[in-house]
């Protein structure tokens, strides 16, 4: 069973940015597409990003270009990078599998993007 410790979210400005990390635990991540996911009040989890293990991304198209997913194996760690942010990405950030697997879901990181 994967482990999965999500941080760096926060209050921000619109235009503003905020950088995610989520570290797992477990030594196979690196086989694994990843994901980050959201959820906003009353609604269920969205994928907005995915990074397979070979390192390519697919983007929902309301972040395209304004959200970058990363990982870095050796470390086991995922990261978004999340730049231009606006009211609508206000949500509880989550990261877990984004292929055939996934695990149970970790306390993830609030962002709320206000001015």
């Known amino acids: 069973q994967v482990q999965l410790v999500e941080s760096g979210g926060g209050l921000v400005q619109p235009g503003g940015s905020l950088r995610l990390s989520c570290v797992a635990s477990g030594s196979i991540f690196s086989i694994y597409a990843m994901g980050w996911y959201r959820q906003a009040p009353g609604k269920q989890h969205e994928l907005v990003a995915r990074i397979t293990s070979g390192g390519s991304t697919n983007y929902i198209d309301s972040v395209k270009g304004r959200f970058t997913i990363s990982r870095d194996n050796a470390k086991k760690t995922v990261f978004l990078q999340m730049n231009s942010l606006q009211h609508e990405d206000t949500a509880v950030y989550y990261c877990?599998?984004?292929?055939?697997?996934?695990?149970?879901w970790g306390q993830g990181t609030q962002v709320t993007v206000s001015s």
């Open positions: 877990n599998g984004a292929g055939t697997v996934t695990w149970s």
